[in-house]
């Protein structure tokens, strides 16, 4: 497929500067920085129309404008494409360089699992991917796949993956940026295990996701947790310790949808972390679980997109956008020291990826099935989002304290009193429903609050727990008063 993944453009339609040119100079921007490379298919005029909400003749007057100047060609019937021979050449890579863990439980009627935000997999694509397999081993030359590969895993599959990073989500990659791991978890752990030593110190949210933190205290890592809002981690926090503490050499976030509250980094938070990073060089590990299921405009790029931030480890996965049961994660970087201690212990624990499986799912890109999936995916779970938000208006509005999210699979409810954890856990066990203990999420101190995930429970299942959820906290809540 030419167009896997959709590209995301701006325009500021109160400046001075024509909107044509506008687009033109972008384009021509994102040719320079990398984030296009050459060969690659821009949107065709029609599709940026629709986008950018302008006149259509806008866009083909700065196609033309990329035509005459030679940063584009049109190619008859195909669309227009990034030129293969620039007027002006800035190469930004040297060509040259070299899950969160899903434990299924068997849902068989009588309980209802809260989980802590785990993708419905009834929808997956899995015919699509059985004809993925089905061509791949039906090629001529599909013995040159049964063999030993890179352990950073496919390169044209770590290409694929840089042009969504790039398209997408505003990054400036290319594969040799890219390590394809078994889920994000081990992109977690191999990122602990090569970047600290025992004594360093991490700075994470707080609450915050725990078998990140695992990962890096087996590494030999000390946690620092720092308080969140709801505008996410508290600035100030980090400013204290940063001036008393030097063994601090990372920061771990969720800044896109902070786990497990949900609520997305002010972009004053985000530039005011960038430049502590590069004034402490620090290294911001970005966990961004669940980049593809967003219901706004489009999703909040990540700070890994920022370029002037200088150190940073980005961490993805697929398994939620194919299906839970296929291991896909992938963690990005442009420090390439880092990438090859992490190549090497790769090597030492599982010597490659599962390269077939990679073909596979690059193959579902280049058919459209995976952009196809995510569009019907959106859907489906925005649709599910709203159906819960009415439930919780109904039931739960009086008691607790919650907000649309403008993404993922979770709700962060919070009751407007503290209540006992143990017993609340202990109530909906006895009545079948079983949530995540928010002492789960948090250090020292049990969190005020718990995430109810809607993506892999059906309608019926919700309606018919969050009513004796309500049911539980009002009586608790009463409990708590007298």
């Given at each position: 497929?030419?167009?896997?993944?959709?590209?995301?453009?701006?325009?500021?339609?109160?400046?001075?500067?024509?909107?044509?040119?506008?687009?033109?100079?972008?384009?021509?921007?994102?040719?320079?920085?990398?984030?296009?490379?050459?060969?690659?298919?821009?949107?065709?005029?029609?599709?940026?129309?629709?986008?950018?909400?302008?006149?259509?003749?806008?866009?083909?007057?700065?196609?033309?404008?990329?035509?005459?100047?030679?940063?584009?060609?049109?190619?008859?019937?195909?669309?227009?494409?990034?030129?293969?021979?620039?007027?002006?050449?800035?190469?930004?890579?040297?060509?040259?360089?070299?899950?969160?863990?899903?434990?299924?439980?068997?849902?068989?009627?009588?309980?209802?699992?809260?989980?802590?935000?785990?993708?419905?997999?009834?929808?997956?694509?899995?015919?699509?991917?059985?004809?993925?397999?089905?061509?791949?081993?039906?090629?001529?030359?599909?013995?040159?796949?049964?063999?030993?590969?890179?352990?950073?895993?496919?390169?044209?599959?770590?290409?694929?993956?840089?042009?969504?990073?790039?398209?997408?989500?505003?990054?400036?990659?290319?594969?040799?940026?890219?390590?394809?791991?078994?889920?994000?978890?081990?992109?977690?752990?191999?990122?602990?295990?090569?970047?600290?030593?025992?004594?360093?110190?991490?700075?994470?949210?707080?609450?915050?996701?725990?078998?990140?933190?695992?990962?890096?205290?087996?590494?030999?890592?000390?946690?620092?947790?720092?308080?969140?809002?709801?505008?996410?981690?508290?600035?100030?926090?980090?400013?204290?310790?940063?001036?008393?503490?030097?063994?601090?050499?990372?920061?771990?976030?969720?800044?896109?949808?902070?786990?497990?509250?949900?609520?997305?980094?002010?972009?004053?938070?985000?530039?005011?972390?960038?430049?502590?990073?590069?004034?402490?060089?620090?290294?911001?590990?970005?966990?961004?679980?669940?980049?593809?299921?967003?219901?706004?405009?489009?999703?909040?790029?990540?700070?890994?997109?920022?370029?002037?931030?200088?150190?940073?480890?980005?961490?993805?996965?697929?398994?939620?956008?194919?299906?839970?049961?296929?291991?896909?994660?992938?963690?990005?970087?442009?420090?390439?020291?880092?990438?090859?201690?992490?190549?090497?212990?790769?090597?030492?624990?599982?010597?490659?990826?599962?390269?077939?499986?990679?073909?596979?799912?690059?193959?579902?890109?280049?058919?459209?099935?995976?952009?196809?999936?995510?569009?019907?995916?959106?859907?489906?779970?925005?649709?599910?989002?709203?159906?819960?938000?009415?439930?919780?208006?109904?039931?739960?509005?009086?008691?607790?304290?919650?907000?649309?999210?403008?993404?993922?699979?979770?709700?962060?409810?919070?009751?407007?009193?503290?209540?006992?954890?143990?017993?609340?856990?202990?109530?909906?066990?006895?009545?079948?429903?079983?949530?995540?203990?928010?002492?789960?999420?948090?250090?020292?101190?049990?969190?005020?609050?718990?995430?109810?995930?809607?993506?892999?429970?059906?309608?019926?299942?919700?309606?018919?727990?969050?009513?004796?959820?309500?049911?539980?906290?009002?009586?608790?809540?009463?409990i708590k008063k007298q």
């Amino acid at each position: 497929m030419l167009r896997p993944w959709k590209l995301e453009f701006e325009i500021d339609k109160k400046l001075d500067k024509a909107v044509y040119l506008q687009i033109a100079d972008t384009i021509i921007g994102d040719i320079q920085s990398g984030r296009l490379h050459c060969g690659d298919a821009l949107p065709g005029s029609r599709n940026l129309a629709l986008l950018l909400k302008i006149n259509r003749n806008t866009v083909v007057e700065a196609y033309q404008v990329l035509i005459n100047e030679e940063w584009v060609i049109s190619k008859e019937r195909k669309g227009i494409f990034v030129s293969n021979q620039l007027p002006v050449l800035q190469p930004r890579f040297n060509k040259n360089e070299s899950e969160e863990e899903y434990k299924a439980e068997i849902n068989n009627g009588l309980l209802i699992n809260f989980d802590d935000g785990h993708p419905d997999s009834k929808i997956a694509p899995v015919t699509e991917l059985a004809r993925a397999y089905r061509q791949i081993f039906n090629r001529k030359a599909k013995w040159q796949m049964m063999g030993y590969s890179s352990e950073h895993g496919d390169l044209e599959f770590r290409k694929a993956i840089s042009q969504m990073l790039n398209h997408q989500r505003g990054m400036h990659h290319n594969e040799h940026d890219i390590s394809i791991t078994r889920g994000s978890q081990m992109a977690m752990f191999l990122t602990a295990q090569s970047l600290f030593t025992s004594g360093d110190c991490v700075i994470v949210e707080n609450p915050g996701y725990q078998p990140a933190w695992n990962a890096f205290e087996h590494a030999g890592a000390k946690l620092l947790p720092i308080s969140v809002d709801e505008d996410g981690i508290i600035m100030e926090d980090i400013i204290q310790l940063l001036k008393i503490n030097k063994n601090i050499k990372s920061i771990y976030l969720t800044p896109h949808r902070q786990y497990p509250t949900t609520v997305t980094l002010s972009l004053a938070r985000r530039l005011k972390l960038i430049e502590l990073s590069n004034e402490y060089n620090l290294t911001i590990i970005e966990d961004d679980y669940d980049n593809e299921f967003h219901f706004g405009y489009r999703p909040i790029l990540p700070i890994s997109s920022f370029p002037e931030l200088k150190n940073s480890v980005y961490v993805g996965t697929m398994s939620k956008v194919v299906a839970p049961a296929l291991r896909i994660g992938y963690l990005v970087t442009k420090n390439q020291e880092l990438l090859k201690k992490i190549g090497e212990l790769r090597k030492i624990i599982d010597v490659q990826g599962d390269v077939i499986m990679e073909q596979a799912v690059l193959q579902l890109i280049k058919d459209g099935a995976v952009k196809k999936h995510i569009k019907k995916a959106t859907i489906h779970y925005k649709n599910k989002r709203d159906f819960v938000y009415a439930l919780l208006e109904k039931h739960l509005k009086n008691t607790t304290d919650f907000t649309l999210p403008e993404g993922g699979l979770a709700f962060w409810i919070t009751p407007k009193v503290k209540l006992n954890w143990d017993t609340i856990t202990h109530l909906l066990s006895d009545k079948n429903i079983k949530i995540i203990h928010p002492n789960k999420y948090g250090s020292n101190e049990t969190i005020n609050g718990f995430r109810l995930s809607y993506g892999s429970l059906s309608e019926e299942q919700l309606e018919q727990s969050i009513k004796v959820i309500a049911e539980v906290f009002i009586q608790q809540s009463e409990i708590k008063k007298q």
